[in-house]
């Protein structure tokens, strides 16, 4: 009898397992190779669980099995996806033409990418095994009960987290614009829930650059200032004198470095640029201009003072037709881009002959050369390297002016802390900067233009 009360016992208590087993998953496991990216790859956390799991789990309770699995395995990649596209700045379809750029990755991520990948499988076979025979009829609804019960708690907690600390309740139906991408970023606390479908159909809108109706970048009509053109503006009547002999002119773009809020670090990151002996031979000119975007797009505005943004990757050169590679070269200057990544990286190898330069220098060139990598969110060719390597080239005497153009890559974001990297010579004279290790442990980023005078040596 005891036995027979016992297999009975057991036989009412397994449907329940198997709906908590099946709630559990789809609110908790099914997260598990997003956690792992975020904490190997460095990419934002976004949120600890992804609601839309729990609406998978739900669709699984009425569709067949491989109908689930299916879906199930889209929305992991839309996840992961989500998370490279909103910590790199880019739009998902960037991301997606970019995959092949993971085989530019040091080995560890590359380690990293393959566990995620395992992961992922290990996830969508878990899915396959659940058995669902025995959650039928009440304890389906239980089971849909559950993770509706357990979707809304998150959603009020992030409802409520949001009303604390901005006083109002973000309306869902409005419309994203660039202008609100970093209206909760400021959030002190981490949000429960995520939702990376709906982050990337935003991400998209908001990343993805400008086209015209019919689908062409319009870099013609897309101004937009730049750090450049202002610097241009104090050197150009020289440069159109045929009789005055023109300088080198470099422009670097320094990955990352946004405008910080804080007014004490940003004074701190600019301030090696204001000393004396620097101000002797050159005009440092500092300002601020509205943007927000990935590097590519950074460069974009640069090169071209236009908003086109990534569709800078696949503009033909007549679009391109007076960017500052091509307007130099008119003048006579000959003009070199230098980056530290491989030139595959958002097909720069391609593009920035379009805009008119005639020589570039990536990772592979530099090694060739003896110049040391450095690891950082994607190992290439060190920047302090890279730096030597622009001073050696500027004193070789050549019949034409030289316009370099440098994008650094020590910086990218995520910044590991601590680096591998030496401290900054900038740390050195401000003791603000030295304690704060993600500035410290690499070299500072930027955006400048350094314009000597005409009577400078």
């Known amino acids: 009898m005891k036995s027979n009360s016992r297999l009975g016992w057991n036989r009412r208590l397994a449907p329940h397992a198997q709906r908590l087993s099946f709630v559990v998953f789809y609110a908790m496991f099914a997260n598990i190779p997003f956690w792992m990216a975020s904490r190997s790859l460095g990419m934002l956390p976004l949120g600890w669980l992804c609601l839309e799991y729990v609406g998978l789990g739900l669709l699984a309770l009425v569709v067949p099995r491989i109908v689930a699995e299916v879906f199930l395995l889209l929305v992991v990649g839309a996840d992961l996806t989500s ?14 033409a970019n995959l092949r750029s993971l085989l530019d990755l040091p080995g ?4 990293s990418v393959v566990v995620i990948l395992v992961l992922t499988l290990s996830v969508v076979a878990i899915a396959a095994w659940i058995p669902m025979t025995m959650i039928r009829g009440r304890y389906r609804s239980y089971a849909a009960a559950s993770l509706v019960f357990f979707a809304a708690i998150a959603i009020c907690i992030d409802g409520l987290t ?3 600390e901005t006083r109002h309740f973000p309306n869902p139906f409005r419309m994203a614009r660039p202008s609100d991408v970093n209206k909760f970023s400021g959030l002190k606390n981490l949000w429960i829930s995520r939702y990376p479908i709906i982050r990337l159909v935003r991400n998209e809108m908001l990343f993805g650059g400008i086209r015209d109706t019919a689908g062409t970048a319009r870099a013609d009509i897309l101004t937009a200032p730049s750090a450049s053109t202002v610097a241009l503006q ?3 009547p020289g440069l159109a004198d045929r009789r005055q002999e023109k300088p080198n002119l470099v422009l670097i773009l320094v990955e990352s470095w946004g405008l910080e809020t804080d007014l004490l670090v940003r004074g701190s990151l600019v301030q090696p640029y204001f000393q004396p002996d620097l101000l002797g031979r050159y005009k440092v000119i500092e300002g601020t201009v509205p943007f927000y975007g990935s590097t590519v797009a950074g460069e974009a505005r640069e090169l071209c003072s236009s908003m086109i943004g990534s569709h800078i990757m696949n503009s033909s050169a007549h679009q391109l037709l007076g960017c500052l590679p091509d307007c130099l070269s008119t003048l006579g200057y000959y003009d070199v881009a230098v980056h530290g990544m491989s030139g595959n990286m958002f097909n720069r190898l391609t593009w920035y002959g379009r805009v008119g330069f005639q020589e570039t220098w990536f990772k592979d060139r530099f090694q060739q050369q003896g110049l040391p990598d450095c690891e ?3 190992d290439g060719t060190c920047d302090a390297a890279i730096a ?7 004193e070789i005497k050549s019949a034409k002016p030289s316009f370099l153009y440098w994008v650094t890559l020590n910086s990218h974001l995520p910044v590991p802390v601590p680096a591998t990297l030496p401290a900054g010579a900038s740390c050195s ?3 603000l900067l ?3 290790p993600a500035f410290c442990s690499c070299t500072s980023s930027y955006s400048m233009f350094i314009v000597p005078f005409p009577d400078s040596p």
């Not at 998370?83 to 997606?96: A, D, N």
């Not at 030597?388 to 500027?394: D, F, T």
Request: proline share 5%; net charge positive.
């Open 434 to 436: 030295s304690r704060q």
């Open 108 to 111: 560890a991520r590359q380690f």
């Open 429 to 431: 004279l401000t003791p």
């Open 388 to 394: 030597e390597w622009i001073g050696r080239r500027l």
């Open 83 to 96: 998370g490279v596209s909103k910590t790199y700045y880019l739009s998902p379809m960037e991301c997606l």
């Open 234 to 236: 104090f050197v150009r």
């Open 162 to 164: 949001v009303v604390r």
């Open 376 to 378: 950082g969110a994607f």
